[in-house]
């Protein structure tokens, strides 16, 4: 990630950890070889571990994506939240928070299983850092303590609660905050949300212009969330009378040291420039499958990319796509957009997340000293592995953790 692709290359690894990484005839050189088992894995690419810039792991003992693909969004969230009463209903013996428990940990190994080494994660309320950091767990978190409502003087224990989750220390947990979307939290909440989490100098992810419905919402408070917020008791038209718009949104996140615009499928060319205009604080984090389940319009990644935005990948949750593998997340990108360089997606799917999230900055690289995660990509037969970083993420490619 740091140069050129290293032919015939090797990795000398000690446990987990990295002690070289380059060319097999200076590492033997180097080392006194002999003291080593070398595996020779054959024709491949040995790639850093990936990072799955979103995920909501609460939702990963979903068997497959809720609804139909092409499922009208509004939909979408009547069906997670009947989910959410299903899962908490349907085992007396076992409360909510256990089985939420019991979900993320799966999500973790699914993950690491997938080759994944650090996530960004949107958790809910309650949150215990324990189902992140078990001792087996080798998966970084970034998580953002999703925050949703109305009225904060409603919720006079969201702020503090928020707070103390800020104040957390953890090698492998490091905390965020996220205001979960312009339809779900109010103007007020959105401030104070700005306010503890800039205070405590921790990155924000927020879902933004997801969809069109989204913007009709908030520029002329009507559409089918009218429908959704008037079911849901909470449909008050003064909410969305310009308080809050999505640039006004986007101008307050890039007070953040580094704020995830999560999917931003709907941005338009000025909102695209504002958060261009801010390359090191601002990210935007593309979650292709769910995108493709959605039957979103063409994602806009071209504009992205041409105004030089830091993107990078997510799987989102199981709830809108079959696994949480970012491999394929990185197939679906390299099939929808033949035209881009596979070392630019490889980027998206590693050190692009990890700047995204403010993550330490071994993760995403092969890098000597630092804990290793590898994935090695093999081509099918028929694709002669000359030019490797081509088929990197061809349809027929396969990815194996070996680390
Ligand atoms: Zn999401």
Redesign the pocket.
């Known amino acids: 990630m740091r140069g050129d692709p290293n032919e015939n290359g090797a990795v000398v690894v000690a446990g987990t950890e990295v002690l070289a990484v380059g060319d097999f005839k200076k590492i033997k050189r180097d080392f006194s070889i002999n003291n080593f088992d070398v595996v020779d894995l054959g024709d491949g690419l040995i790639v850093p571990g990936w990072v799955n810039a979103?995920?909501?792991l609460e939702f990963s003992d979903i068997q497959e994506p809720l609804g139909f693909p092409g499922i009208k969004f509004t939909d979408w969230i009547r069906k997670i939240v009947e989910q959410r009463f299903q899962s908490n209903s349907s085992e007396p013996d076992t409360d909510s928070a256990s089985k939420k428990s019991l979900a993320i940990k799966r999500g973790l190994v699914e993950s690491r299983q997938a080759g994944t080494q650090a996530i960004g994660e949107?958790a809910t309320s309650p949150l215990d850092i324990n189902d992140y950091t078990g001792a087996d767990s080798r998966i970084v978190t970034r998580c953002f303590f999703e925050q949703l409502g109305r009225d904060p003087l409603n919720y006079p224990n969201q702020a503090s609660e928020l707070t103390s989750f800020l104040s957390q220390n953890h090698r492998m947990f490091y905390p965020g905050a996220s205001p979960h979307a312009p339809y779900s939290v109010s103007a007020p909440l959105f401030q104070q949300i700005q306010t503890i989490s800039q205070s405590a100098a921790t990155p924000v992810a927020m879902?933004i212009a997801e969809t069109l419905e989204e913007r009709e919402l908030l520029e002329k408070a009507s559409g089918d969330f009218v429908d959704l917020l008037t079911e849901f008791g909470i449909w008050n038209p003064h909410d969305f009378t310009g308080q809050l718009n999505i640039l006004g949104i986007l101008h307050e996140l890039s007070k953040a040291e580094h704020a995830l615009i999560?999917?931003g499928n709907y941005l338009n060319e000025m909102e695209l420039d504002f958060i261009a205009s801010h390359p090191k604080s601002m990210s935007i984090a593309f979650?292709p499958r769910?995108h493709r389940y959605f039957k979103h319009a063409h994602y806009p990644l071209q504009k992205m990319l041409d105004r030089k935005i830091n993107i990078c990948l997510?799987t989102?949750?199981r709830a809108?796509n079959p696994d949480l593998d970012i491999f394929k997340e990185a197939q679906e990108v390299a099939s929808s957009f033949p035209n881009l360089p596979p070392v630019e997606i490889l980027k998206m799917a590693t050190v692009n997340g990890r700047q995204a999230l403010g993550l330490p900055s071994s993760i995403g690289t092969i890098s000597a000293n630092q804990s290793a995660s590898l994935n090695f990509i093999t081509p099918s037969e028929s694709l002669q592995p000359n030019h490797p970083t081509d088929w990197m993420f061809a349809q027929t490619s396969q990815c194996t953790p070996i680390l």
């Open positions: 979103h995920t909501h949107i879902h999560v999917h979650c769910t997510g989102d949750s809108s």
